[in-house]
T-cell receptor, first 114, second 112 residues
Framework: DAGVIQSPRHEVTEMGQEVTLRCKPISGHDYLFWYRQTMMRGLELLIY????????DSGMPEDRFSAKMPNASFSTLKIQPSEPRDSAVYFCASSASGFWGTQYFGPGTRLLVL | GNSVTQMEGPVTLSEEAFLTINCTYTATGYPSLFWYVQYPGEGLQLLLK?????DKGSNKGFEATYRKETTSFHLEKGSVQVSDSAVYFCALGRGGSEKLVFGKGMKLTVNP
């Protein structure tokens, strides 16, 4: 298997622009997680899905952030409008058995908002 | 609530040195404990885990023992290599719908 695939790997944008991050989980995994990693706050869970349904979005920082999972093989995390404080590395991870099981992380998207 | 406290580093060691990264936790009940590793430019990957007290997880020469009496899960390796240079995260999970709780991570650099 190719593992979790994320795109783009790097994104540089200007404040106010819309940013869309994409993730393809490992085939057969029914849980998908979006994390954000910064030096100040470490690794934070933003939202997770089970069978394409959002289960817990309490980690989403504010209404500017939204996530969707239209099918089992694709998810997006959108920031609109983006702000400099959103600069971080965003990871997608998938799992076959939720939090009990091993989470497989993608390589991350490094976002820089100018 | 559940929490994990780990050494933050950064730590620099010479090749073949002994490594210990401390991790202690606070949780109710019987959590599972994990060590994840993040190599430069990559996502996190599971290094080892333990699901109950006195379990020892091991992988790639790394070991950690789930100590309920000291609420600890310290990571050890007898002889580190340059390729072990990475950031190491301790994590706790209660299962079900509860989130994994990660420590802040510790950056390890191993010099030849």
């Amino acid at each position: 298997d190719a593992g979790v695939i994320q795109s783009p790997r790097h994104e540089v944008t200007e404040m106010g622009q819309e940013v869309t991050l994409r993730c393809k989980p490992i085939s057969g995994h029914d849980y998908l997680f979006w994390y954000r990693q910064t030096m100040m706050r470490g690794l934070e869970l933003l939202i997770y899905f089970n069978n394409n349904v959002p289960i817990d979005d309490s980690g989403m920082p504010e209404d500017r952030f939204s996530a969707k999972m239209p099918n089992a093989s694709f998810s997006t995390l959108k920031i609109q409008p983006s702000e400099p404080r959103d600069s971080a590395v965003y990871f997608c991870a998938s799992s076959a058995s939720g939090f009990w099981g091993t989470q497989y992380f993608g390589p991350g998207t490094r976002l820089l908002v100018l | 609530g559940n929490s994990v406290t780990q050494m933050e580093g950064p730590v620099t060691l010479s090749e073949e040195a002994f490594l210990t990264i401390n991790c202690t936790y606070t949780a109710t009940g019987y959590p599972s404990l994990f060590w994840y590793v993040q190599y430069p430019g990559e996502g996190l990957q599971l290094l080892l885990k333990a699901t109950k007290a006195d379990d020892k997880g091991s992988n790639k020469g790394f070991e950690a023992t789930y100590r309920k009496e000291t609420t600890s899960f310290h990571l050890e390796k007898g002889s580190v290599q340059v390729s072990d240079s990475a950031v190491y995260f301790c994590a706790l999970g209660r299962g079900g719908s509860e989130k994994l709780v990660f420590g802040k991570g510790m950056k390890l650099t191993v010099n030849p």
